[in-house]
């Protein structure tokens, strides 16, 4: 029994609730309003075994979730549209003990090309490709970038196209690579873990940060329920890493807490990656499928 999240109109819904259960034979459930307590619910009331969602979606749900919740039909969580972050990976396996497997997918090779599996899974880390597929990261000249360097994602399988009319799109496809759009790095045993979108990565007085780095950081922070990390322009540094937070109830948003959460960055990575700005926001912006529109949050400054 399939349950998700995502609207069957995206590849990642189109999989997960269609292709793959028509695949082997299984039914899906579909719901009109897929918010995380519903599918808490729907996967206690059909006895569920596979969930697909984004990153921000377990986390709800997670929250969402008595005392008496009851999950023990769910045989795997599968997350995609945006990267797992260590400590949602980390609480979910905790309060579940339900595997969660992190992806990478994208509409233009339909589904998840790089993924952790059942047996070979750690928080952090994306993965390898999915049987069919190979990748490399490649530098700016597309020659292949050495172990443990941050470089961009290359894809190629059975699966692959590009927008026709889109201009963005034109180097999407090179020498029969599919150009993700992704910063990764890839570690000496082969593993690929997910750094930014290229045009995500913040450039702050000539140091390069990732804001999914920053992001992991903060969500462990007891007081934060949900964030997102971003660059703001700034005329003394070009730009400063800004973060927009959703707070646990009772927690004040004020310069104390923001001060907490900037020493937390400070205590725990790089000090020169903390937060300069600190915004508190009730609700992230997201897409239908549960990711972050970063966009939004840069019109917020």
């Given at each position: 029994?399939?349950?998700?999240?995502?609207?069957?109109?995206?590849?990642?819904?189109?999989?997960?609730?269609?292709?793959?259960p028509?695949?082997?034979?299984?039914?899906?459930?579909?719901?009109?309003?897929a918010?995380?307590?519903?599918?808490?619910?729907?996967?206690?009331?059909?006895?569920?075994?596979?969930?697909f969602?984004?990153?921000?979606?377990?986390?709800?749900?997670?929250?969402?979730?008595?005392?008496?919740?009851d999950?023990?039909?769910?045989?795997?969580?599968?997350?995609?549209?945006?990267?797992?972050?260590?400590p949602?990976?980390?609480?979910?396996?905790?309060?579940?003990?339900?595997?969660?497997?992190?992806?990478?997918?994208?509409?233009?090779?339909?589904?998840?090309?790089i993924?952790?599996?059942?047996?070979?899974?750690r928080?952090?880390v994306?993965?390898?490709?999915?049987?069919?597929?190979?990748?490399?990261?490649?530098?700016?000249?597309?020659?292949?970038?050495?172990?443990?360097?941050?470089?961009r994602?290359?894809?190629?399988?059975?699966?692959?196209?590009?927008?026709?009319?889109?201009?963005?799109?034109?180097?999407?496809?090179?020498?029969?690579?599919?150009?993700?759009?992704?910063?990764?790095?890839?570690?000496?045993?082969?593993?690929?873990?997910?750094?930014?979108?290229?045009?995500?990565?913040?450039?702050?007085?000539?140091?390069?940060?990732?804001?999914?780095e920053?992001?992991?950081?903060?969500?462990a922070?007891?007081?934060?329920?949900?964030?997102?990390?971003?660059?703001?322009?700034d005329?003394?540094?070009?730009?400063?890493?800004?973060?927009?937070?959703?707070?646990?109830p009772?927690?004040?948003?004020?310069?104390?807490?923001?001060?907490?959460?900037?020493?937390?960055?400070?205590?725990?990575?790089?000090?020169?990656?903390?937060?300069?700005?600190?915004?508190?926001?009730?609700?992230?912006?997201?897409?239908q499928?549960?990711?972050?529109q970063?966009?939004?949050?840069?019109?917020?400054?």
């Amino acid at each position: 029994m399939f349950v998700g999240s995502p609207p069957i109109a995206f590849t990642f819904g189109l999989g997960g609730l269609a292709v793959f259960p028509l695949r082997f034979g299984a039914s899906a459930v579909l719901i009109e309003s897929a918010t995380p307590p519903n599918l808490v619910k729907i996967i206690e009331a059909y006895k569920a075994t596979v969930c697909f969602t984004a990153p921000t979606a377990y986390r709800a749900m997670l929250a969402a979730m008595d005392e008496g919740a009851d999950l023990s039909s769910l045989r795997v969580a599968i997350s995609a549209g945006e990267t797992l972050p260590a400590p949602v990976y980390e609480a979910w396996t905790k309060r579940t003990g339900v595997p969660i497997l992190d992806g990478i997918g994208s509409t233009e090779m339909l589904h998840v090309f790089i993924a952790n599996r059942l047996h070979d899974r750690r928080p952090g880390v994306t993965g390898t490709p999915v049987p069919g597929y190979e990748a490399k990261i490649v530098d700016q000249d597309f020659n292949e970038a050495p172990r443990g360097t941050v470089g961009r994602l290359a894809v190629q399988g059975p699966t692959g196209c590009r927008y026709l009319s889109d201009a963005r799109q034109r180097e999407y496809v090179r020498n029969g690579w599919n150009l993700t759009g992704d910063a990764f790095t890839q570690d000496d045993e082969g593993y690929f873990q997910f750094v930014a979108r290229n045009d995500d990565m913040i450039i702050s007085a000539g140091y390069n940060i990732a804001g999914p780095e920053v992001e992991a950081v903060l969500l462990a922070h007891e007081a934060v329920s949900e964030c997102a990390v971003i660059g703001l322009p700034d005329e003394e540094r070009g730009q400063i890493v800004a973060a927009f937070v959703v707070l646990k109830p009772d927690i004040l948003p004020d310069e104390a807490t923001a001060m907490r959460l900037q020493n937390h960055v400070k205590a725990n990575i790089a000090p020169y990656k903390y937060p300069r700005a600190i915004r508190f926001l009730e609700a992230l912006p997201k897409t239908q499928t549960g990711k972050i529109q970063r966009f939004q949050l840069r019109s917020l400054g």
